[in-house]
C-alpha cells in the first residue's frame, strides 16, 4: 500500500491552523487554501470559488473552493466521488497559537485552536498532492471546501450541486475519529418567541402590568414539566431541545427597571432529533406552551398577554442504510487498511446534512479534532495521519 507523505501533510496543518478565519470571515483561508492546491501540482483553472456567499443571508467574504482533479488510468471514466470539509472555525479560535507537543498539536494561546476544521482542509489538499505525485489509478474528483459551517451549515446548504461535476457519492472529513463513519445526524429547528405583556408602575399599580418576563418562566416552566426541555423521550421517539439567548429589544435587558412591570421579552431556543416529524413536534410543544402561558397571566382588567411564535428548520436529519454503495465503499476502505470501521450516528448537524439533501450521499470521518469549540481544543496526529491514509485510500480503491 502506498504510504502518503505525513510530514508533508503535518506541514500544510500547521500552515493552514495559523491563517486565521473565523466563520464568514473565510477570504485569507480560502486564498492561502487555493494556493496551497496550486504549489501541489492542481493548475489554476481547476481551482475556483462558488458564490454561495450572496445566496448566504448573512455576510460572508468568500464562496466555497472547489477543486476538481481529472481522473487517472484505469479509473479514468468512473463514477466521479466528492470529498469535503469546511474551511472556517469558530470565533473563540480567532488568535489561536498552534504548537506542537510530541503526537499532539496543542496551543499556546487561551482560545480555542481550530482543529476543526483545518484538519479536513490539510486532508483535503494532502489527498490532492498525493493523487498527483503518484502513478496510482483514481476516479476524477471533485474537492469541496464549505464556508460559514460553524454559523449554520450555510455553504453546504447554498452550494450548487451543477458546480460539482455530478458527483455520485461524497466522503466529508470533520470530527475526531477517522474510522467512525458518521452515515446519519439528526435534524434541527430554529425558533424565536416575541413576548408582549403590558408596562405599569411595579409598585403602585402592578396589578395592572402584564409581565412578559412571567409569561416566559410559566411557559418554560410547563415545557419542562411536560418532558420536552433538555433530553426530550417521548415513547420510541428521541430529540433535545434548548432555550438560549433571552433579552429585550435590540439586544438590550429583558426589563428597564426593577420598578417597572416588563412588557417586552425575546427568546430563542432549539429543538433537534433524528426525526424529522419528532423535532417539530418539539417545536409546537414550545409554542404551545408560550401560547397557554400567555393567556394565563391576566391583569386586572382581565387583559392577557401575546406571543409571536417563529420558527424554521435549520438542516434536515438523515440516514444513509448500511449498504449503501457509499457506506460499503467507506467500511472497504477502512478494512482495506487493516483497521476497524465503526459505523454510528451524530447529534449535532453536518455538511453531510445538506449534501445528502441535494442528493449526493455523504458520510464523514475525523481527522483528529479534540475538544473541539474550547479552550482546551488539541489535534491528535495519529489520528490525522490515519486520515490522510484513508483519504488517498477512499480515492484510489478499485
Ligand atoms: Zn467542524
Not at 503535518?10 to 494556493?35: C, D, N, P, Q, W
Not at 421579552?265 to 409554542?287: C, M, N, Q, W
Not at 490515519?386 to 483519504?391: E, F, G, K, N, V
Amino acid at each position: 500500500m502506498h504510504k502518503v507523505d505525513t510530514d508533508a501533510a503535518l506541514s500544510r496543518l500547521m500552515r493552514f491552523l495559523a491563517v486565521e478565519g473565523v466563520t464568514g470571515k473565510e477570504a485569507r483561508i480560502g486564498k492561502e487554501l487555493a494556493a496551497a492546491f496550486r504549489e501541489v501540482g492542481v493548475p489554476a483553472k481547476a481551482i475556483r470559488f462558488d458564490e454561495a456567499h450572496k445566496r448566504i443571508p448573512l455576510p460572508t467574504e468568500s464562496g466555497n473552493l472547489i477543486v476538481d482533479l481529472p481522473g487517472k488510468g484505469a479509473l479514468k471514466s468512473a463514477d466521479r466521488l466528492l470529498f469535503m470539509t469546511h474551511m472556517d472555525t469558530v470565533p473563540l479560535c480567532a488568535g489561536a497559537q498552534p504548537k506542537k507537543q510530541g503526537r499532539k498539536i496543542v496551543n499556546a494561546a487561551k482560545t480555542a485552536l481550530g482543529g476543526d476544521n483545518r484538519t479536513g482542509c490539510a486532508v483535503l489538499v494532502s489527498l490532492a498532492a498525493e493523487l498527483i505525485a503518484s502513478k496510482a489509478d483514481h476516479p476524477p474528483l471533485t474537492m469541496l471546501i464549505t464556508v460559514r459551517e460553524e454559523s449554520g451549515l450555510w455553504g453546504a446548504r447554498h452550494v450548487n450541486l451543477d458546480e460539482l461535476g455530478g458527483v455520485k457519492m461524497g466522503f466529508n472529513f470533520d470530527g475526531r475519529k477517522a474510522t467512525g463513519i458518521v452515515i446519519g445526524a439528526v435534524g434541527a429547528d430554529r425558533w424565536e418567541v416575541e413576548i408582549f405583556g403590558r408596562a405599569s408602575h411595579a409598585g403602585t399599580a402592578p396589578e395592572r402590568g402584564i409581565s412578559a418576563t412571567m409569561i416566559l418562566a410559566e411557559a418554560l416552566a410547563s415545557a419542562r414539566a411536560d418532558g420536552w426541555f433538555g433530553k426530550v423521550l417521548k415513547g420510541d421517539k428521541a430529540g433535545t431541545s434548548n432555550i438560549g439567548p433571552v433579552g429585550g429589544t435590540g439586544g438590550r435587558t429583558a426589563g428597564d427597571a426593577t420598578n417597572v412591570v416588563t412588557d417586552y421579552v425575546h427568546a430563542a431556543g432549539e429543538s433537534r432529533s433524528h426525526d424529522l416529524k419528532f423535532f417539530r413536534e418539539i417545536t409546537a410543544a414550545y409554542k404551545e406552551a408560550f401560547t397557554a402561558a400567555a393567556a394565563k397571566v391576566a391583569n386586572s382588567e382581565g387583559k392577557t398577554g401575546k406571543v409571536k411564535f417563529t420558527s424554521r428548520t435549520d438542516y434536515f436529519p438523515f440516514l444513509l442504510k448500511e449498504n449503501a454503495p457509499v457506506v460499503k465503499q467507506a467500511v472497504a476502505a477502512i478494512k482495506a487498511m487493516g483497521l476497524a470501521p465503526e459505523i454510528r450516528t451524530a447529534n449535532g448537524g453536518l455538511d453531510a446534512n445538506w449534501l445528502t439533501r441535494h442528493g449526493v450521499p455523504t458520510v464523514t470521518f475525523g481527522a483528529g479534532q479534540h475538544e473541539a469549540h474550547t479552550i482546551d481544543e488539541w489535534i491528535d496526529l495519529d489520528e490525522f495521519d490515519t486520515a490522510c491514509q484513508l483519504a488517498f485510500q477512499l480515492a484510489t480503491a478499485t
